[in-house]
């Protein structure tokens, strides 16, 4: 089955066509600055340069219909549309085939996540305009998740303000997540039960799955809790929240914006958000890079100890993303933190230039190490074959 992916950010979209069974990608593209001046198509047919355009894109229909509108000069068809949903609330175990109704829940959903779903449904209103003949899925970031128990969601907050706003965990990153485990247990059979899976780019997240089932993750109500990340401070006490407002007169806006967009990697290394400029520095012997690193593998390390034990063990450990799939470093240092749990990995393999699916553990480590790099379009896209009608 041919499908368009389609995941959009705040202010951008990413597309791909691919063939579901070949997972051939036939197109790709992406729009930027949607919602500001001097937006910017770049597109790509396979085997063949991206091509770069300047564009306006005033909001995320245009963009949209700017991507389908190329589309349709290309002459490739496809059968469906996958899209990525950051945030499917309360309702959503699964990814969805969009009806009227749950196109309402998306909408319902997104004060959880008013950055992302309000565009994300501006995108599939459009769709389901210009093909109503076409199926469109939604793939929650979330819906893997919602299988936590109860004592891994819940808040220790008063339940009538709990039940109003639908306080709990609900994670993030689980279409990566779910990928790590598919691929896993393909590749390791029957070895594979326990699997901490560590996302680690720009936004980064641990995930503790038992046996296909998410038992635990890092991200909370949003996906600003938990690891240190590139601009977002994960997991601090949340007074500071209050304090920052009652001492230091910031406003909600301001809190949310330094919380977000101007602390973690890029506050503490004091140059860059981006782990390549950090690993740099500290190898420059840079102080304030130094201590972020040593800070992203150490809350890395904790945290993962957490999941861990929300499984009460591991055999699998998968690294996956930005990071994860390239920054030897950063993944030797987190696995020399469980040598006492018996993790030892192989300096060559890690080190290796190899792309793809790889074991970087060595023989007799306890835990089988893996680099699997993530493939959420593809798995939207099975999705897509997987639900449409
Ligand atoms: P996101 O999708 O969350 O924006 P990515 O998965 O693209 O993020 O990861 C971005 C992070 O990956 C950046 O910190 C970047 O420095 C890091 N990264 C990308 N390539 C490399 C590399 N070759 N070596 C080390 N880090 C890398």
Same mark, same amino acid.
């Given at each position: ?11 951008? #979209? ?5 063939? /579901?069974? /070949? ?18 198509? %770049? ?23 700017? &991507? !389908?509108?190329? !589309?349709? %000069? ?34 319902? &959903? ?42 891994? +969601? ?20 689980? /279409? ?11 590749? #390791? ?44 401070? %994960?997991?601090? *006490? ?17 809190? *949310? ?8 990697? #890029? $506050?503490?290394? %004091? ?28 809350? $890395? ?12 063990? &591991? ?30 990995? *192989? ?14 553990? $060595?023989?007799? +480590?306890?835990? /089988? &190490? ?16 997987? #639900?449409?009608?």
């Amino acid at each position: 089955m041919n499908v368009l992916v389609v995941n959009a950010g705040s202010s951008s #979209l990413k597309y791909q066509l691919m063939d /579901t069974v /070949t997972r051939e990608v036939f197109a790709k593209g992406n729009c930027e600055r949607i919602g500001l001046d001097r937006g910017i198509f %770049g597109h790509a047919v396979a085997g063949e340069e991206k091509v770069t355009e300047d564009a306006l894109f005033p909001d995320h229909r245009t963009a949209i219909r700017a &991507v !389908l509108d190329h !589309l349709a %000069g290309l002459d490739i068809a496809f059968d469906g549309i996958g899209h990525r949903i950051v945030q499917g609330g309360w309702y959503f175990e699964d990814s969805a085939l969009v009806t009227d109704e749950v196109y309402a829940k998306i909408l319902e &959903v997104a004060p959880l996540a008013p950055l992302h779903n309000y565009g994300e449904a501006a995108i599939i209103e459009y769709c389901r305009e210009r093909y109503p003949e076409l199926p469109n899925v939604a793939v929650f970031d979330t819906s893997f998740h919602m299988t936590m128990p109860e004592v891994a +969601s819940t808040y220790a907050l008063p339940k009538d303000v709990v039940d109003k706003y639908h306080v709990r965990k609900y994670g993030a990153h689980g /279409t990566s997540h779910r990928y790590e485990w598919m691929r896993a247990k393909e590749l #390791l059979g029957e070895s594979c039960h326990r699997l901490l899976s560590c996302h680690l780019g720009n936004g980064a997240s641990l995930c503790a799955i038992e046996d296909g089932t998410c038992r635990d993750t890092t991200m909370g109500l949003t996906p600003l809790d938990g690891l240190m990340m590139g601009t977002r401070c %994960g997991s601090i *006490d949340p007074a500071t929240v209050c304090y920052l407002q009652r001492e230091g007169g910031y406003t909600y806006d301001e809190v *949310d914006e330094m919380m977000n967009k101007r602390s973690g990697m #890029l $506050a503490v290394s %004091g140059i860059s958000s981006d782990a390549r400029d950090i690993r740099d520095g500290a190898s420059r012997g840079d102080e304030r890079c130094l201590l972020a690193f040593d800070m992203f593998a150490y809350k $890395a390390m904790t945290q993962a100890a957490a999941m861990i034990a929300s499984m009460a063990g &591991v055999d699998t450990i998968t690294f996956t993303a930005g990071i994860g799939e390239n920054d030897w470093s950063i993944r030797k240092a987190f696995c020399e933190c469980f040598e006492w749990l018996g993790v030892r990995i *192989d300096n060559d393999r890690n080190r290796s230039a190899e792309r793809g699916d790889r074991v970087i553990s $060595a023989a007799g +480590s306890s835990v /089988t &190490v893996m680099v699997i790099p993530t493939d959420e379009e593809y798995m939207i896209a099975s999705d897509v074959e997987r #639900l449409a009608v």
